[in-house]
């Protein structure tokens, strides 16, 4: 890590040499062999290879020779790394010295390389056998009562290992089934369907060579989902306006050196997109009444919108009443400039809609999603070449996940074909999502918290109420494949399982075997590892779960060991189960590109409950869930360009330009006026939620940078524990990560953390 931290503007290109610098650079730190990585990187995303572990974008049939990007790469490094964490380390650290350690510098210690248990004596991990671990697994979970433990999934684990987790579950006895959705795409999963009755995406990747207009909301492609540059960069050589609405610039959208993707940007607000989209909604409208009396085009897909959809005429009405004052004051854009992004809609006949968490986490983060529908919905842009919308999900694997039966919601379980596959009575219940099994944490009433993947202390709301409730938790189960907080915030009990990652070989009793994902397109592939494990003594997720299973349960109906042995009866049993959408499963897995599951809007098929596609009219136009007030500012967490999630690869956001350190806030010199700053100024940022907990994070550096006045930008995961369990988004309960009320204290009582700091 740089000593003293730099702050410069970018102005180079997302793809292109800056990226493929970065990644030697991070190669070689990381000690991964040369021919090992050149080997591996060449089957990224290959229909006879591995799927990548960073993020869900689509994976195209006609790959690129390198069909990776620099944060793939990057993922992939991290997880061949060289280096192994085993009781040789623990016996020099104990839990209490590591807690102090940033997370950068726990998890580039490299890979957890066998099963160990908490020592109180010693505070340290310690070696257990694996039938032991699972063994005192099992007597602990017996003894508890089961709706007080949370079965926690990242959106990391195979379709195979998905369903088996989800089935352990219930047959256990819960529905406690919360995954990284839960702070994801779950705003989309319950916007979606009440709108167009699906819970995910409709476009495809042919989708991108077919349309007119791309409009991006929310979402930083150039470090996210950086390969979906190559379709944004394909479709404006054709023209296509592509058009962007966030409160920062991502960076340049941009592959060579001077090809700008990017057509047209739009600074809204944090939480401002209600407010935004409506007014482009008006704005069609009004095109539309002007066209109509002029005896021009319609702007209004009128046929569209008579036969497939529900509830215009109230929407029309609601446009209409709402003035262009408030739609201004709210999104912080000018009436000229919302008219001319809906004049470019308006002449494109096909117009595709992505969007990302800039949406979703608010606290209207569902209305977000219904109202982006409206908008394609109005111009029929729903069901045909061309078109479509786009959640782009954030985990390799977190829509199949829930495709396979990890959710907490049992209207959204196939409860009656596990009650007829596995003769139990499936638990009836809802389950806990993330706010809620954080709460119950808090509260005391979840005991018993099994982590399959991600890092979950971090990555939820209220760090720091959540970690000093977990020590109380009476049993941890993590499996991982590197050491993160949440291992060492632990529960009475507590164990550590490492776990294969997805490029290694996966040799079971039938010989090696391959797992299954599900991309942001709804296509899914086959995923085969070929790397030598990081040790003889990792098991697989599948292997891990059955002997927790088989440890647990009463023998009963599932052949969990038949099903360790091959997993292409895991994929029999998923098929079974879901047979329309899973039908020929283990033949079609290894089509290039991946085999679409069925998607009823497509094909302009509405599963609402009107039978229609539904237009939706919003309440209220600020999305925040609170009030403006003087001293209030709007704090977006987000990701910078090294990290993935919690895991940070190192301390250099190249495309903000912000080298050397994490902790920084970024607003802009209005603000940093308005509130007597100075740049470079150590502050202190403080909760103004209103529920009388303080909450803070400290010491953190002001960096000037174009964002709307009153909102402020710091990263995830280190500002969560200003953010309340309680400031979630309505009904999906995401948490609205993107909109946290905070006030500054220019007077940082911090002790000046130049570099990184742990909570
Ligand atoms: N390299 C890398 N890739 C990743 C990840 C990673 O951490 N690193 N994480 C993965 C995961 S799990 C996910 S979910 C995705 C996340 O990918 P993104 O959805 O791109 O997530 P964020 O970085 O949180 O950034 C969200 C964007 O929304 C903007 N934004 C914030 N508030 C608002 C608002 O009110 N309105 C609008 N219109 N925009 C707003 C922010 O400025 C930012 O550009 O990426 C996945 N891919
Ligand atoms: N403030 C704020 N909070 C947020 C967000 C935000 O934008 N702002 N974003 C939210 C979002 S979108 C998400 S998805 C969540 C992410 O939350 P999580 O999914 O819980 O977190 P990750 O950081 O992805 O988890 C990283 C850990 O996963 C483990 N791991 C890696 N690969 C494997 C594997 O193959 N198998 C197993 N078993 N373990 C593995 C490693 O031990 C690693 O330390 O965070 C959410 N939290
Ligand atoms: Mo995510």
Not at 96 to 114: A, H, M, V
């Given at each position: 890590?740089?000593s003293?931290?730099?702050?410069?503007?970018?102005?180079?290109?997302?793809?292109?040499?800056?990226?493929?610098?970065?990644?030697?650079?991070f190669?070689?730190?990381?000690?991964?062999?040369?021919?090992?990585?050149?080997?591996?990187?060449?089957?990224?995303n290959?229909?006879?290879?591995?799927?990548?572990?960073?993020?869900?974008?689509?994976?195209?049939?006609?790959?690129?020779?390198?069909?990776?990007?620099?944060?793939?790469?990057?993922?992939?490094?991290?997880?061949?790394?060289?280096?192994?964490?085993?009781?040789?380390?623990?016996?020099?650290?104990?839990?209490?010295?590591?807690?102090?350690?940033?997370?950068?510098?726990?998890?580039?210690?490299?890979?957890?390389?066998?099963?160990?248990?908490?020592?109180?004596?010693?505070?340290?991990?310690?070696?257990?056998?694996?039938?032991?671990?699972?063994?005192?697994?099992?007597?602990?979970?017996?003894?508890?009562?089961?709706?007080?433990?949370?079965?926690?999934?990242?959106?990391?684990?195979?379709?195979?290992?998905?369903?088996?987790?989800?089935?352990?579950?219930?047959?256990?006895?819960?529905?406690?089934?919360?995954?990284?959705?839960?702070?994801?795409?779950?705003?989309?999963?319950?916007?979606?369907?009440?709108s167009?009755?699906?819970?995910?995406?409709?476009?495809?990747?042919?989708?991108?060579?077919?349309?007119?207009?791309?409009?991006?909301?929310?979402?930083?492609?150039?470090?996210?989902?950086?390969?979906?540059?190559?379709?944004?960069?394909?479709?404006?050589?054709?023209?296509?306006?592509?058009?962007?609405?966030?409160?920062?610039?991502?960076?340049?959208?941009?592959?060579?050196?001077?090809?700008?993707?990017?057509?047209?940007?739009?600074q809204?607000?944090?939480?401002?997109?209600?407010?935004?989209?409506?007014?482009?909604?008006?704005?069609?409208?009004?095109?539309?009444?002007?066209?109509?009396?002029?005896g021009?085009?319609?702007?209004?897909?009128?046929?569209?919108?008579?036969?497939?959809t529900?509830?215009?005429?109230?929407?029309?009405?609601?446009?209409?009443?709402?003035?262009?004052?408030?739609?201004?004051h709210e999104?912080?854009?000018?009436?000229?400039?919302?008219?001319?992004?809906?004049?470019?809609?308006?002449?494109?006949?096909?117009?595709?809609?992505?969007?990302?968490?800039?949406?979703?986490?608010?606290?209207?983060?569902?209305?977000?999603?219904?109202?982006?529908?409206?908008?394609?919905?109005?111009?029929?842009?729903?069901?045909?070449?061309?078109?479509?919308?786009?959640?782009?999900r954030?985990?390799?694997?977190?829509?199949?996940?829930?495709?396979?039966?990890?959710?907490?919601?049992?209207?959204?379980?196939?409860?009656?074909?596990?009650?007829?596959?596995?003769?139990?009575?499936?638990?009836?219940?809802?389950?806990?999502?993330?706010?809620?099994?954080?709460?119950?944490?808090?509260?005391?009433?979840?005991?018993?918290?099994?982590?399959?993947?991600?890092?979950?202390?971090?990555?939820?709301?209220?760090?720091?109420?959540?970690?000093?409730?977990?020590?109380?938790?009476?049993?941890?189960?993590?499996?991982?494949?590197?050491?993160?907080?949440?291992?060492?915030?632990?529960?009475?009990?507590?164990?550590?399982?490492?776990?294969?990652?997805?490029?290694?070989?996966?040799?079971?009793?039938?010989?090696?075997?391959?797992?299954?994902?599900?991309?942001?397109?709804?296509?899914?592939?086959?995923?085969?590892?070929?790397?030598?494990?990081?040790?003889?003594?990792?098991?697989?997720?599948?292997?891990?779960?059955?002997?927790?299973?088989?440890?647990?349960?009463?023998r009963?109906?599932?052949?969990?060991?038949?099903?360790?042995?091959d997993?292409?009866?895991?994929?029999?049993?998923?098929?079974?189960?879901?047979?329309?959408?899973?039908?020929?499963?283990?033949?079609?897995?290894?089509?290039?590109?991946?085999?679409?599951?069925?998607?009823?809007?497509?094909?302009?098929?509405?599963?609402?409950?009107?039978?229609?596609?539904?237009?939706?009219?919003?309440?209220?136009?600020?999305?925040?869930?609170?009030?403006?007030?003087?001293?209030?500012l709007?704090?977006?967490?987000?990701?910078?360009?090294?990290?993935?999630?919690?895991?940070?690869?190192?301390?250099?956001?190249?495309?903000?330009?912000?080298?050397?350190?994490?902790?920084?806030?970024?607003?802009?010199?209005?603000?940093?006026?308005?509130?007597?700053?100075?740049?470079?100024?150590?502050?202190?940022?403080?909760?103004?939620?209103?529920d009388?907990?303080?909450?803070?994070?400290?010491?953190?550096?002001?960096v000037?940078?174009?964002?709307?006045?009153?909102?402020?930008?710091?990263?995830?995961?280190?500002?969560?524990?200003?953010?309340?369990?309680?400031?979630?988004?309505?009904?999906?309960?995401?948490?609205?990560?993107?909109?946290?009320?905070?006030?500054?204290?220019?007077?940082s009582?911090?002790?000046?953390?130049?570099?990184?700091?742990?909570?």
């Amino acid at each position: 890590m740089a000593s003293s931290p730099t702050f410069k503007p970018y102005r180079r290109p997302a793809g292109g040499w800056g990226s493929v610098r970065s990644l030697f650079r991070f190669g070689t730190g990381r000690h991964v062999p040369e021919l090992e990585a050149v080997r591996q990187l060449r089957r990224h995303n290959k229909a006879d290879g591995y799927m990548c572990v960073s993020c869900a974008w689509a994976k195209p049939k006609d790959p690129h020779r390198f069909e990776f990007c620099e944060n793939g790469a990057k993922a992939t490094f991290w997880e061949l790394d060289q280096g192994r964490v085993g009781a040789d380390f623990f016996a020099s650290h104990t839990v209490s010295e590591l807690l102090q350690w940033p997370d950068f510098d726990l998890e580039r210690r490299g890979r957890l390389t066998e099963p160990l248990r908490y020592d109180h004596d010693s505070d340290r991990y310690v070696p257990i056998r694996w039938d032991e671990a699972f063994a005192l697994i099992g007597r602990e979970l017996r003894a508890l009562d089961p709706e007080s433990v949370v079965f926690y999934t990242s959106g990391r684990a195979s379709n195979e290992a998905s369903y088996m987790y989800a089935l352990l579950a219930r047959l256990y006895g819960n529905n406690n089934l919360p995954d990284s959705s839960n702070m994801c795409h779950e705003s989309t999963s319950v916007g979606l369907p009440r709108s167009i009755g699906v819970p995910v995406g409709t476009v495809r990747l042919e989708d991108f060579e077919e349309t007119d207009c791309i409009l991006s909301f929310g979402q930083n492609v150039g470090t996210n989902s950086p390969r979906m540059l190559h379709q944004l960069q394909e479709a404006s050589e054709r023209g296509v306006p592509i058009l962007t609405f966030n409160p920062q610039e991502p960076v340049p959208m941009v592959t060579g050196s001077s090809t700008r993707i990017s057509s047209d940007y739009y600074q809204v607000k944090a939480g401002g997109d209600l407010a935004l989209l409506q007014g482009l909604c008006k704005a069609l409208l009004e095109a539309d009444d002007a066209a109509l009396r002029d005896g021009r085009e319609r702007i209004l897909d009128t046929a569209f919108i008579a036969e497939h959809t529900h509830g215009f005429d109230a929407f029309a009405a609601s446009l209409r009443a709402t003035g262009w004052d408030e739609i201004e004051h709210e999104s912080g854009l000018a009436r000229e400039r919302l008219d001319q992004a809906a004049s470019v809609y308006a002449r494109a006949r096909s117009c595709m809609l992505l969007y990302g968490m800039g949406m979703t986490q608010h606290h209207r983060g569902v209305d977000n999603v219904r109202m982006l529908c409206n908008l394609m919905l109005m111009r029929g842009n729903i069901g045909r070449k061309g078109a479509g919308i786009c959640p782009v999900r954030g985990h390799s694997n977190v829509q199949g996940q829930r495709t396979v039966g990890v959710t907490e919601k049992t209207e959204l379980a196939p409860i009656d074909k596990l009650k007829e596959l596995y003769r139990f009575e499936p638990p009836c219940k809802n389950g806990l999502d993330t706010v809620e099994a954080v709460k119950g944490v808090i509260d005391g009433s979840v005991r018993a918290f099994v982590g399959l993947g991600g890092n979950f202390v971090r990555a939820a709301p209220d760090t720091r109420r959540l970690e000093q409730a977990w020590r109380r938790l009476r049993l941890t189960v993590q499996v991982a494949t590197k050491l993160n907080r949440s291992h060492l915030v632990r529960g009475q009990v507590a164990l550590l399982l490492p776990c294969l990652g997805r490029l290694e070989r996966d040799r079971q009793a039938s010989g090696d075997q391959i797992v299954t994902m599900e991309d942001s397109t709804a296509c899914i592939h086959a995923s085969f590892g070929t790397h030598e494990p990081a040790s003889p003594d990792l098991m697989s997720e599948p292997a891990i779960i059955a002997g927790i299973a088989q440890a647990t349960l009463e023998r009963g109906e599932v052949p969990w060991r038949e099903w360790v042995a091959d997993y292409g009866k895991v994929r029999e049993a998923i098929e079974a189960t879901y047979p329309d959408d899973f039908k020929d499963y283990s033949r079609r897995m290894r089509q290039p590109g991946g085999f679409p599951r069925p998607l009823a809007a497509r094909e302009r098929r509405w599963s609402t409950e009107s039978g229609k596609a539904e237009f939706f009219v919003p309440e209220i136009l600020n999305g925040t869930g609170f009030e403006d007030a003087e001293h209030r500012l709007r704090l977006i967490t987000l990701r910078s360009n090294d990290q993935f999630n919690t895991t940070i690869y190192g301390y250099r956001d190249r495309f903000r330009g912000i080298e050397g350190t994490r902790r920084v806030v970024l607003m802009c010199k209005r603000d940093i006026e308005r509130l007597r700053l100075q740049e470079g100024q150590l502050v202190d940022l403080l909760s103004d939620h209103e529920d009388g907990i303080e909450r803070e994070v400290g010491g953190l550096r002001v960096v000037s940078y174009d964002v709307p006045p009153g909102c402020i930008v710091g990263y995830y995961p280190e500002c969560n524990p200003l953010l309340s369990v309680e400031h979630h988004a309505i009904d999906s309960h995401v948490p609205a990560t993107k909109s946290i009320p905070v006030r500054v204290r220019g007077e940082s009582r911090a002790q000046a953390p130049a570099g990184p700091a742990p909570v």
